[in-house]
């Protein structure tokens, strides 16, 4: 009877150890289950991160190239002519982020070197959206200068003026 209640409490110890074993191995699984979830976490976190740089750095780099494209396309342009050289046409653009920009130009020169003028600038809306679509117009009464070859003179424009830059939808 002794040997049968030893046997007894020496195999309810073995079963409680056994417990407390896979009881132990369920929390070390867990806690290892957390840690990975926490580096996972932390590597998705930093991926995001570096992606983010990437897109910035790509930004950066396309504003760039479009500002030294600008600047090439302002060095193409004929030098601006002074008041002794005839009648200058004085225009004033007004951009669709609300600035405006102003150049003299001589009366022949045609409707192609306001758009190059105009491409020089930074075309945004106010609130900061890039415009790729656009055209140059009078407000009163409304015109749309399309044509290209037209000189300033064939347009009817001579004096100062102010032209509009449109984003055509």
């Not at 070197?113 to 020089?120: A, P, S």
């Not at 749309?144 to 032209?163: E, F, H, I, N, R």
């Amino acid at each position: 009877m002794l040997l049968r209640a030893s046997r007894s409490i020496l195999e309810h110890q073995d079963r409680e150890y056994e417990e407390a074993l896979a009881a132990d191995r369920l929390r070390e699984q867990q806690i290892e289950e957390e840690r990975q979830k926490i580096l996972l976490e932390k590597k998705l976190k930093e991926e995001e991160e570096q992606q983010r740089q990437t897109e910035i750095m790509k930004e950066e780099a396309r504003k760039e190239a479009k500002r030294l494209e600008r600047e090439t396309l302002l060095k193409s342009l004929t030098s601006e002519p002074d008041e002794k050289s005839g009648k200058p046409v004085t225009i004033q653009f007004r951009l669709p982020n609300g600035t405006a920009v102003k150049r003299r130009f001589n009366p022949l020169d045609t409707i192609a070197i306001l758009y190059k003028f105009v491409q020089c600038h930074e075309l945004s809306d106010v609130d900061g959206v890039e415009i790729v679509h656009w055209e140059i117009v009078t407000n009163f009464p409304p015109k749309a200068y399309k044509d290209m070859s037209q000189t300033l003179q064939d347009a009817g424009l001579s004096g100062p003026c102010v032209l509009f830059v449109k984003e055509v939808l």
